[in-house]
């Protein structure tokens, strides 16, 4: 059962930079961890300092591993304590690889 991760972060302008930079180690790590189906994170062109996040993992159990990585790393420290939003949802109707056989 796939479960997928929708929101966004708003990073502080005088954050903005150091974050930018951060940013694409951190999608290449998450990328390449196992269950990851796909992770996608976009600034927003008219209001800047608001990332939208959207994230696919294989099931919570991969979801939870990504959150105990992430909080250890680099990009937790850098983000701590930084206004996120985010809404979860379990996809039952795809298959375990987090397709959907209907389409």
């Given amino acids: 059962m796939a479960v997928t991760l929708t ?3 708003t990073v502080p ?5 150091e974050v930018r930079t ?3 180690e951190h999608i290449a790590l998450t990328r390449a961890e196992p269950g990851c189906l796909s992770f996608d994170v976009m600034e927003s062109v008219s209001d800047p300092g ?3 996040v959207s994230e696919r993992f294989l099931g919570r159990p991969a979801l939870q591993a990504h959150r105990l990585r992430t909080e250890g790393s680099e990009w937790g420290r850098l983000t701590q304590g930084m206004t996120r939003a985010y809404q979860i949802a379990e996809d039952v109707d795809g298959d375990e690889d987090g397709r ?3 389409n």
């Fill in 100 to 102: 959907d056989d209907a």
């Fill in 7 to 9: 929101g966004y972060l």
């Fill in 13 to 17: 302008l005088d954050r903005l930079e």
């Fill in 22 to 24: 951060a940013l694409p």
């Fill in 50 to 52: 608001r990332f939208a």
